[in-house]
């Protein structure tokens, strides 16, 4: 009987053992929280995300509600550890906790009947800015007040989310700061990874972000939005529905995006990588291997243009190893209107993949098209073991590859393609017209998204087509006017406006209704998402323009 009991005892413990942890979601809303609440509830709301943060623990979740969110704590507030070098207000950033997930896009007016249904990222902005004064201007203007790192990752593994966020005015370019914790060094460089920096000294860094706008982000040396680095092991993020727009490494690799470590392979879906630039290779995106295993990537659906690379190699996007293979599989995607300045290295104004072992690219319903190089225009491959590329249902311009893909000569009959000797720039649109000859000329076979781009059916009359976009069958809506000079734009389906002095914005139809009216808008830009429609959008100094929103 005594034995019953104890083996009773003994698996009811067990089985509590193996009960897993609830995660506790906390709530931040600055539109009307504080931070002497609990957080769990809407009605609760801590009011600045960094409370949240100091509150949340592995698996647990983060919901923001809509609003400009700064970094308060300095790295030395949260890691004190050890030989931590001094440390000033600008080192202030968002430090994510390891398996955190954080969610924005909620309404600013959230109550405790929000779900996550409620939430829109697009029209319930939640921006991380490191622009402590608010005063960012063109071309990375006024940024000497800003954060080095809006946001840090150490460590992240794909249950660390980013999800539904803006991250902007991010300006790395001071020194270095280090950190000790119980096992390893973490450095912090200060000159890399404006927007984020993620570094892993003996683990992966490997987040998991969707629904992420990087935009207006500097940094000294690499990775101008975002650098992602591991030491040891896998340098793997998967990315979804994320946009690089204007971001700048002045000195080294990765306007946009800088992902090295031992193994990669990251996937990038549904990517808008648009009018970055850096000094030298991978004007856009930049991908390299440390060791002797494989570079990996995986890019879908997503659209590379009006970046610029100075030197090196890669205008739009850089593919690299040390020892390994590199063996990208690009799918559905557009790079176009890219340039390289000079050549630092072996060049390739849209493409450069350079393996020390064999280059293994897989490009398949891609257009590359439009770019400028110095020795190679488009696309540029090099294996020091060999080339054993596979290209198909594609179009690589001066390139006459045969078989499914489209002669070199082929005009792609873009809807406003732009010249690559103005990149950086963020002018462009790379819709198909009706004319186009990539409409149904991709490979069915080769499709692993059922969307473009745009959220239209990835195939529409029966083949899909080649590139981001999928024709539907009628013209397309192109944006009048598209990241210029002017105090207001669109792009992607967002209006900007930028403020040079106080002023109230007025947003019409064309019947005339008022849509959007916001009073006292402060110097800066501002981003708002709008239903697709053309739009009369006045400031109260008269500034007025009509846009396209698609």
Same mark, same amino acid.
């Given at each position: ?14 089985? *509590? ?5 609830? $995660? ?31 509150? $949340?623990?592995? !698996? ?19 890691? /004190?550890?050890?030989? *931590?070098?001094?440390?000033? +207000? ?8 390891? #398996? ?8 600013? /007016? ?9 939430? %829109? ?23 000497? +007040? ?15 989310? *980013? ?77 979804? %529905? ?13 306007? !946009? ?14 990517? %808008?990588?648009?009018? %970055? ?7 856009? *995106? ?29 205008? !739009? ?71 054993? #590329? ?29 010249? $690559? ?5 963020? +002018? ?11 409409? #149904? ?16 059916? =990835? ?38 406006? =930028? ?19 916001? #009073? ?12 697709? /429609? ?15 929103? =698609?």
């Amino acid at each position: 009987m005594r034995k019953n009991i104890l083996l009773r005892f003994l698996v009811c413990a067990l089985s *509590l053992c193996s009960l897993p942890v609830m $995660a506790t979601r906390y709530h931040v809303n600055i539109n009307s929280g504080d931070d002497a609440n609990d957080g769990l509830k809407w009605s609760s709301a801590f009011e600045n995300l960094q409370t949240a943060l100091d509150t $949340a623990k592995t !698996g647990d979740e983060i919901w923001i509600a809509a609003g400009t969110y700064h970094p308060t704590k300095k790295i030395a507030d949260v890691y /004190g550890k050890g030989n *931590l070098e001094p440390t000033n +207000e600008r080192h202030r950033s968002f430090m994510i906790p390891k #398996n955190v997930k954080v969610y924005g896009g909620f309404p600013a /007016g959230a109550t405790d009947a929000t779900s996550m249904s409620s939430r %829109n990222w697009k029209e319930h902005q939640t921006i991380l800015s490191g622009d402590f004064d608010d005063n960012d201007g063109d071309n990375f203007e006024n940024m000497g +007040e800003n954060a080095y790192h809006v946001v840090i990752l150490f460590d992240a593994t794909p249950s660390t989310v *980013l999800d539904g966020l803006y991250i902007t005015g991010g300006c790395a370019d001071d020194d270095a700061t280090t950190y000790t914790d119980e096992d390893y060094i973490y450095y912090v460089t200060g000159v890399d990874g404006g927007g984020i920096y993620a570094h892993s000294p003996a683990s992966v860094s490997s987040p998991t972000i969707s629904d992420v706008s990087f935009y207006g982000n500097y940094a000294k040396a690499a990775g101008g939005a975002m650098l992602n680095y591991a030491d040891t092991d896998d340098a793997s993020p998967e990315m979804t %529905n994320v946009s690089f727009i204007q971001n700048k490494a002045a000195n080294r690799h990765g306007g !946009g995006l800088f992902n090295s470590g031992v193994r990669i392979q990251a996937t990038l879906t549904n990517v %808008n990588v648009v009018g %970055n630039a850096s000094n030298y290779s991978g004007g856009g *995106l930049y991908f390299l291997t440390l060791g002797e295993d494989i570079c990996s990537p995986t890019i879908t659906n997503t659209v590379v243009n009006g970046n610029y690379a100075k030197n090196g190699n890669g205008g !739009g996007i850089y593919i690299a190893t040390y020892g390994g293979d590199a063996e990208p599989y690009i799918i559905n995607s557009t790079i176009c209107g890219n340039r390289m300045e000079t050549t630092g290295g072996k060049d390739g104004g849209g493409l450069a993949i350079l393996a020390e072992g064999v280059s293994k690219a897989h490009i398949l319903n891609t257009v590359i098209w439009g770019n400028k190089g110095v020795n190679h225009d488009n696309f540029y491959t090099e294996g020091t073991w060999g080339i054993q #590329n596979t290209i198909s249902g594609s179009l690589i311009e001066g390139d006459d590859l045969g078989d499914t893909n489209l002669p070199g000569d082929t005009d792609p009959k873009f809807l406003d393609a732009v010249d $690559a000797t103005f990149a950086p720039t963020l +002018e462009g649109d790379y819709q198909l017209t009706l004319e186009s000859p990539l409409i #149904n000329k991709g490979i069915n076979d080769y499709i692993s998204a059922s969307i473009d781009l745009l959220d239209h059916p =990835r195939i529409f009359d029966g083949t899909v087509d080649i590139g981001a976009y999928e024709s539907q069958g009628k013209t397309p809506v192109n944006n009048e006017a598209i990241f210029s000079e002017k105090a207001i734009w669109s792009y992607n389906s967002h209006l900007y406006v =930028r403020i040079g002095q106080p002023a109230t914005l007025y947003v019409y139809s064309l019947d005339g209704t008022l849509v959007k009216h916001i #009073n006292n808008l402060g110097q800066g830009s501002y981003e708002y998402s709008l239903p697709q /429609g053309i739009y009369i959008v006045t400031l109260s100094d008269g500034t007025t323009e009509k846009v396209v929103i =698609r």
